[in-house]
């Protein structure tokens, strides 16, 4: 537990992180990156040109500043963050040099104003968060199907939309046994690929699209190629690699999983709601309801582009036909259809409530579930980019 003096000091900063919360984080990746070029391996280059990394973890200093006397408080986070930590193999040394160019952006940015009782008193509570993280991990690690990443062959890979790729790999070797893998509807593993045209070696998580082993691990990417921008991993996995090839995963992680409480029972509704690609950790968690209570409400709310853009879909016509109860709506975007709060009023209330897609998607979606009263608890999502920069600290 951080000193009264520590906490009453972190505290009195909290004003100045809300006002250049992320201007410290931007210097602060900038700085590190300078000196360990090597850590560019690990973090997504797509959210540090975006800001997305930037705010996340704004957000998550900024949070831990207002709740250092009770971390447990941020327990949720913490644990979401720690599963993306794993997948990445971040480990424990790698804390120090993150405290080191955090602190220090901290005294570039604020200048005079961060005195040494400020340093040192964020020099005590970043240790203390810093724990908190490695501890958790630690016992994620133990958990962890297999270690490090280990080599899966490519046994199968089809179109599931315009530029959405559905991949089926195996392992490599012996060392894993498909039969005794206990995936989870809502996981993501992590591709670690090393792309021609990059330096550096890339790291991208995807998500399952179903939650059976019992034909290989399967997963989905989309082509990422937004604006001006051509996403390096998506369009390697696109272009390059085929049946028979081999690529790198990190065993499956993630907490977006279905309420096993109400998995058995039919008086709350199931409502999946999903845009894109973000129907691939959806589609797994249909599955899985229907497979172990087909009683159970369901309403399969999905939006994307148009009909070429419309991912699984006959799979997911298939598991929605397995079904006692349904409610099917369909956006397509190009035809004008709009999925806004007004349309998000017509669900049921209370409703046990799941939503994937973009940033953007993400972030209208649950603002307006939100403003229609339905509780934290009850909406469970899984968002495309750093997680902490949807949370309001």
Known sequence: MASPQTLEIVKATVPVLEEHGTAITTVFYKNMFNEHPELLDIFNETNQKLGRQQTALAMTVLAAAKHLENLATLL?????????????????EHYPIVGHHLLGAIKEVLGEAANDDIIDAWTEAYDEIADVFIQLERGMY??????????????????AATDI?????????DDID???????????????TDPKDSDHIALRHYSLYSAHSDKGIQFAVRRDNRNEYNGLVSNYLHDHLDVGDTILLSAPAGDFELNQDLVQQNEIPLVLVSAGVGVTPILSMLEAQVAANPLRPIVWVYACQNKEHHAFESKVNELLAAAEIVEKHIFYFDSGQILDEAWLANLPKPADIYVCGSMMFMESIIDGLMNLDHGVDSVHYEPFGPKMSLELA
Not at 142 to 159: C, D, H, L
Not at 167 to 173: I, K, M, S
């Open 76 to 92: 949720p986070q913490v644990t979401q963050i720690s599963h993306k930590h794993r997948a990445l193999q971040i480990l424990p």
């Open 142 to 159: 133990e958990q962890e199907m297999w270690e490090g990443f280990a080599p899966f062959t490519i046994t199968e890979k089809s179109e």
């Open 165 to 173: 790729a559905a991949f089926t790999v195996v392992p490599a070797n």
């Open 178 to 192: 498909l039969n005794k893998l206990k995936l989870s509807a809502g996981q993501y593993i992590t591709v670690k």
